[in-house]
């Protein structure tokens, strides 16, 4: 009876090709569908962000009284208020409200197209430039509302200095200083919390997208390099 080498059988079964779990197509195909389903996790989420502030926007719209927080702040440094100060501030908040869903309407829209668009089966190459597509959209959501947020605040702050000036009121170096810059703090920390939301809501998604496309430009490469 030969004797067992041990050795010899490790080294054999060292030296095995190794069979790959996964084809090429397969691990293709993969990827592309946890893109896209990631991409109709984002599209989802800003429909229902865009279904709340409708419902938010026309609870206010009827209940009508989102101003007086700010026309409180105007009464402590002097300002009398009137219904045509009301008015005119009720109109802006409005304004405001029917632009900022009309930005949410129009990405969600642009989200959906850019998801039709993704199919499994085609180009990688091109596939890889709808994700990056996609990835822009979302950044732009982002900063839009961002920047929405800024208008905002920049609208109401120059209709009190407007007010102010029409009803000639005076502020003191103390009143001024207060008064920009707690229109400061609250200008970052709003920023802050959106960005905060975004980075929990989206953030988790975009790095998994990120990661998948990653991965298909390390495939992309390698094929270049084949051919």
Same mark, same amino acid.
């Given at each position: 009876?030969?004797?067992?080498?041990?050795?010899?059988?490790?080294?054999?079964?060292?030296?095995?090709?190794?069979?790959?779990?996964?084809?090429? =197509?397969?691990?293709?195909?993969?990827? &592309?569908?946890?893109?896209?389903?990631?991409?109709?996790?984002?599209?989802?989420?800003?429909?229902?962000? %865009?279904?709340?502030?409708?419902?938010?926007?026309?609870?206010?719209?009827?209940?009508? &009284?989102?101003?007086?927080?700010?026309?409180?702040?105007?009464?402590?440094?002097?300002?009398?208020?009137?219904?045509?100060?009301?008015?005119?501030? =009720?109109?802006?908040?409005?304004?405001?409200?029917?632009?900022?869903?009309?930005?949410?309407?129009? +990405?969600?829209?642009?989200?959906?197209? &850019?998801?039709?668009?993704?199919?499994?089966?085609?180009?990688?190459?091109?596939?890889?430039?709808?994700?990056?597509? %996609?990835?822009?959209? $979302?950044?732009?959501? /982002?900063?839009? =509302?961002?920047?929405?947020? /800024? $208008?905002?605040?920049?609208?109401?702050?120059? +209709?009190? %200095?407007?007010?102010? &000036?029409?009803?000639?009121?005076?502020?003191?170096?103390?009143?001024?200083?207060? %008064?920009?810059?707690?229109? $400061?703090?609250?200008?970052?920390?709003?920023? +802050?919390?959106?960005?905060?939301?975004?980075?929990?809501?989206?953030?988790?998604?975009?790095?998994?997208?990120?990661? =998948?496309?990653?991965?298909?430009?390390?495939?992309?490469?390698?094929?270049?390099?084949?051919?």
């Amino acid at each position: 009876m030969p004797e067992f080498d041990l050795d010899s059988f490790k080294k054999t079964w060292q030296e095995q090709p190794v069979q790959p779990k996964y084809d090429y =197509n397969e691990i293709l195909k993969m990827l &592309n569908k946890k893109s896209r389903n990631y991409m109709k996790y984002i599209f989802w989420i800003s429909v229902a962000e %865009f279904l709340f502030f409708t419902v938010l926007a026309l609870f206010y719209i009827i209940k009508s &009284n989102d101003s007086e927080s700010f026309l409180s702040i105007l009464e402590k440094m002097g300002v009398k208020k009137d219904i045509e100060l009301e008015t005119k501030l =009720n109109h802006i908040y409005l304004l405001i409200k029917v632009l900022s869903l009309l930005v949410t309407g129009f +990405f969600v829209v642009k989200f959906y197209l &850019n998801y039709i668009k993704i199919k499994v089966q085609e180009d990688l190459k091109l596939f890889i430039i709808r994700i990056i597509t %996609f990835k822009k959209t $979302v950044n732009a959501f /982002i900063l839009t =509302n961002i920047g929405l947020l /800024i $208008v905002l605040i920049l609208v109401l702050t120059g +209709f009190a %200095f407007y007010i102010l &000036n029409t009803q000639h009121i005076q502020l003191s170096n103390s009143e001024f200083t207060g %008064f920009v810059a707690g229109i $400061v703090a609250s200008t970052i920390l709003c920023i +802050f919390l959106i960005w905060i939301y975004y980075r929990l809501v989206y953030g988790i998604i975009m790095s998994r997208l990120d990661k =998948n496309l990653k991965q298909l430009k390390e495939i992309e490469s390698q094929e270049n390099i084949k051919s």
